[in-house]
């Protein structure tokens, strides 16, 4: 399955560059429209004046951000185009204001919206974050902070080779797309950075990562409501706080998960390893059909957990029972090593406890010994070794 998984990517892959390739499409080079490679000029209005030639062009069109560094202010991109074939190629390095109120009132940085056919490759997206998370852990009132980059209504889209370092907070979201592809992604964030989740997808079908390196402050992917059949490959994560689906259940009525594989990936260092995470408190939400398969832990605090008994600040949910129904999720081919004596840990729903779990071929170990396993309220069964030993009902 993951064969054809990858398969299916690079031929997508291929056939798009090769549609760009024989179209003969025009070119916008930004420093050619006036843009300036010295960190420091607005390049907004540049990159706005080729985004709306490239848009507005009935043939493919490519915008080209050549080697160098460009300040941009901020940036929005919105369709629909009159071509399904507009492809972004970077080799340099676009900067956001190291001044964290100037995007204060916005919600992202770098944002397409009701695009149909995109292509982003290459180059670097720096958020300039330091200064907003500082102002977070001083615990002043700070803004909430940007994404990097976010896709908003969009399909058809790949996103190949980017990185984003220094995200104010969330880097990449997809956000009511369809087939999206992204492979190749690098995320740089420090461990103690806020709310910088590397991947954020939520209401969101047919969504593919393929083979990328995550380190960050929170999750390096989350999975949030209304995400479906997602693959997810080849990753690496750490620090962070590992790969999530949740939280879910923060509303009474809340598109559920369902269809996630998440396999052959590595974690390292991280808070969590593979956590599916719901707020305990009622809703109609679910996570259903998901698989984590052939992951490595390595020094993982919690490699397998789910949580069903999110409360921050212990506000509006003490005590109630999470609505969210939690089940068909196997864990197959886990190995390496928690840091906590408890390397399984599933404190599912008393009121809707989780059903149909499955654990086959689990090895994992706490210092020179097998690990702990802990259940409340989880169903299912265990098949070949499971190390730990299983608590499932």
Known sequence: MAF???????????????????????????????????????????????????????????????????????????????????????????????DMTVLANTKAWIWFKNVNGLSISGGVLDGQGTDLWNCKHSKKSCPDG??????????????????????????????DCQNVKMQGLKVSDPGNSPNTDGIHVVQSSDVTILNSNIATGDDCISIASGASNLWIEGITCGPGHGISIGSLGKEVEENGVKNVTVTSSTLTGTQNGVRIKTWGRPSNGFARDIHFKHIIMNNVNNPIVIDQNYCPHQQNCPGKGSGVKVSEVTYEDIKGTSATEIAINFDCSPTNPCTRLSLKDIKLTYGNQIAQASCKNAQGSASDVVKPSSCLV
């Not at 848009?55 to 369709?79: D, H, L, R």
């Open 4 to 98: 054809f998984q990858t398969l299916k990517f690079l031929i997508f892959l291929r056939l798009l560059f090769l549609n760009h390739a024989l179209a003969n499409g025009i070119t916008f080079d930004i420093v050619s429209l006036g843009a300036k490679p010295d960190g420091k000029t607005d390049a907004s209005f540049v990159l706005q004046t080729a985004w709306t030639k490239a848009c507005g062009s009935s043939t493919p069109a490519t915008i080209y951000v050549p080697n160098g560094t460009f300040y941009v202010k901020s940036g929005s991109f919105n369709g629909p185009c009159k071509n399904n074939a507009i492809t972004i190629s970077i080799d340099g390095t676009l900067v956001a204001s190291s």
């Open 146 to 175: 940007v994404t990097n980059l976010q896709l908003s209504n969009a399909q058809n889209v790949i996103i190949s080779g980017l990185s984003s370092v220094n995200s104010q907070m969330y880097n990449f979201v997809v956000n």
